[in-house]
């Protein structure tokens, strides 16, 4: 069997597979508007498989039988004694995973194969946990989504003074452990303090900024099914509205009026289909970059505020009482965040910290001693 012969046959049967899975959750799903949506989506999946069976034919290659795989059965079957929820977690996850299969395949180009797979992984998610009575727990859901951007947000500031915190500590601690004088200390801090606060900046400048690349590209893809495909991808549009709770009929008519505003038609497909705000594309590169590299510095200088003002010994216990107070205090702040208790989540981030300079000043003084010798 040829190489294209063989990946005709292996899309074959996981379209069958999913087809058999969406028919089984839409005969157990009690919601008649979600069980549609399970029935439309067993549909395409059907249409694609008859896409690749009739390419293994033209090329006289063998069709597998539509005969679902042992493991599809066996999900089947435990779907029907504990309920479809249990097939929403592993579609989601086998949608999520397989949203771009077909964006390198040759055969998949000018068709709606592409733009199929990553809407059915936008209405799985949604789907995701879900049962009967969806409705109010699907918008719900979403909505606390945003809700929880600002808690998102102040944590990734506590860990990330917490990074240059903890990081500074040990080199400061290894280096005074290698019994250099507090000059070389101070240094040592420093040097850590600007070298960390770059690459941290540097390392967030170009995640957001490969992001908002990505994203301008996947709304480029977008544009172009929708001036190419507008019926089809107005049709998935339906489905995810009908995913959110609106019944067939609503999310049916909804569609048609956003497709009347080509604007309004792919503003609205880029958030809901592939969760981008177009407005902000992820936020500021630069933005990012500056914050990453403030947080960072900001833990980073406890540690050596000490060294400008002591020396020897005193120096080097001050630097670590200061680190310790640091420590406690984002560890406690995170507990905030998070809901957890204050002291144990302090204790916890002081005891790891202090583990890590302690490690790092043994092998300073192991070294130094090395080095002396």
């Known amino acids: ?14 379209e069958i597979n999913s087809a058999y899975l969406y028919r089984v959750a839409a005969d157990l799903e009690v919601d008649p508007t979600i069980s549609g949506v399970y029935v439309r989506l067993a549909e395409t999946e059907e249409r694609h498989a008859a896409l690749w069976e009739e390419r293994l034919e033209t ?16 999900l089947a079957w435990l779907a029907r004694r504990l309920g479809p929820a249990v097939l929403a977690q592993v579609m989601a996850s086998t949608e999520a995973s397989g949203r771009t299969m077909y964006d390198g395949q040759p055969e998949a180009a000018g068709t709606s194969l592409p733009a199929d797979e990553r809407s059915h992984a936008v209405i799985l998610d949604a789907l995701r946990g879900e049962t009967s009575g969806v409705r109010g727990r699907v918008l719900a859901r979403l909505e606390g989504r945003h809700r929880a951007v600002g808690g998102n947000a102040l944590r990734a500031a506590v860990l990330g003074a917490n990074d240059g915190l903890v990081s500074n500590t040990s080199l400061v601690m290894g280096v005074a452990g290698a019994a250099f004088s507090t000059t070389a200390v101070l240094l040592s801090g420093l040097a850590g303090l600007l070298a960390g606060s770059i690459s941290m900046a540097l390392g967030e400048w170009l995640s957001v900024q490969s992001s908002r690349e990505l994203h301008l590209a996947q709304i480029e893809t977008e544009r172009d099914e929708i001036r190419e495909m507008p019926e089809e ?31 309004a038609f792919l503003d609205t497909k880029v958030r809901e289909e592939l969760g981008i705000d177009p407005e902000s594309l992820g936020g500021s590169a630069w933005e990012a970059a500056v914050t990453s590299f403030l947080l960072f510095s ?14 020897g010994g ?60």
Do not use: C, H, W
């Open 233 to 263: 991808e107005a049709a998935e549009l339906a489905l995810i509205y009908q995913a959110k709770g609106m019944s067939q009929e609503d999310a049916e008519r909804a569609a048609g009026e956003v497709m009347g505003d080509p604007d």
């Open 1 to 14: 069997m040829t190489t294209d012969a063989r990946r005709y046959r292996d899309n074959f049967i996981d």
């Open 59 to 74: 090329m006289g290659a063998p069709v597998p039988q539509r005969r679902p795989k042992a493991r599809s059965r066996f």
């Open 298 to 311: 900001v833990g980073a200088i406890v540690p050596v505020l000490p060294l400008m003002f002591f020396t």
């Open 314 to 373: 005193q120096a080097v216990l001050f630097s670590l009482v200061f680190a310790a107070l640091g420590l406690f205090s984002l560890g406690a702040l995170t507990a905030v965040v998070t809901g957890t208790r204050v002291l144990r989540t302090g204790a916890r981030s002081l005891g790891l910290g202090l583990a890590a300079a302690g490690v790092t000043y043994g092998v300073g003084a192991l070294l130094g001693v090395t080095v002396a010798g």
